[in-house]
């Protein structure tokens, strides 16, 4: 049994996992639309589950974490908290990019169910703010039988980007997830007329779970002294030359 806590504020949403049997109906979870108000609510929320399963934290095997890109504000606020949690009961931590947790909730977005069960691309895109957005494309490779226990998720292809909409590039991909779509309608409607697309489908904590279980099987989990967030892009703000530029 492997109890994990994942959290994840990088975007407008608080939201917290906690799952306690490694089967998905007995996730418990918080997830709300707050924004900045996130940071009242996250520990009061991560005290409120532990409680509600009757465990304590020293009793978790891992606590994840949603580490970017995304808001920076929330972004540190996730890592801020985590670093406590993990330092005061030196449990192990694992790192979860924002659009990794998107890929790997997908999988059970009606688009993906009606694909090739054993073989399909997607691409998952948000927005970046400054007229930019955060990219990367996915795939699934399935050989054999899948068993009850086997954990498949979508593999990166490549680095996360940051680019123009006009510059992503979708490959083979046959599906468009995240919040540039809705963001950027004009641009996707127009260049990818015949690629579906879901826009509101968002970073959760229980997207961040479920990567975390497959990290915990290929024993991926890190110290929390190595725990980083992942920016992307390490400027927040235009110049007033830059905005009258573009």
Not at 94 to 101: F, H, K, N
Not at 159 to 184: H, N, R, W
Request: hydrophobic residues 45%; charged residues 20%.
């Amino acid at each position: 049994m492997k109890r994990i806590l994942a959290i994840d504020t990088s975007s407008a949403w608080c939201s917290v996992a906690l799952s306690v049997n490694d089967r998905a109906e007995k996730i418990a979870e918080r997830h709300e639309l707050l924004g900045a108000s996130a940071s009242q609510h996250l520990l009061p929320w991560i005290t409120d589950l532990l409680k509600q399963e009757g465990i304590r934290l020293r009793d978790l095997d891992a606590i994840a974490v949603g580490i970017g890109p995304g808001a920076f504000t929330g972004v540190r606020l996730s890592i801020a908290v985590v670093q406590g949690l993990a330092l005061a009961t030196d449990l192990p931590v694992a790192p979860v990019a924002s659009l990794d947790a998107i890929a790997a909730s997908a999988i059970d977005n009606p688009l993906i169910q009606a694909m090739d069960a054993s073989q399909y691309e997607f691409t998952v895109a948000i927005d970046a703010r400054m007229g930019e957005v955060y990219w990367a494309n996915y795939g699934v490779r399935i050989a054999g039988q899948v068993g009850a226990d086997t954990i498949v998720l979508p593999q990166r292809i490549g680095d996360i980007q940051l680019s123009k909409p006009e510059d992503i590039q979708i490959g083979m991909s046959q599906c468009v997830f995240g919040s540039a779509v809705t963001q950027y309608p004009t641009y996707f409607e127009q260049c990818m007329p015949s690629t579906q697309m879901d826009g509101a489908l968002g970073v959760s904590a229980r997207g961040v779970l479920r990567c975390v279980q497959a990290m915990m099987a290929n024993q991926q989990l890190i110290a929390v002294d190595q725990l980083e967030p992942l920016y992307v892009r390490n400027k927040v703000a235009l110049t007033s030359a830059e905005r009258g530029a573009k």
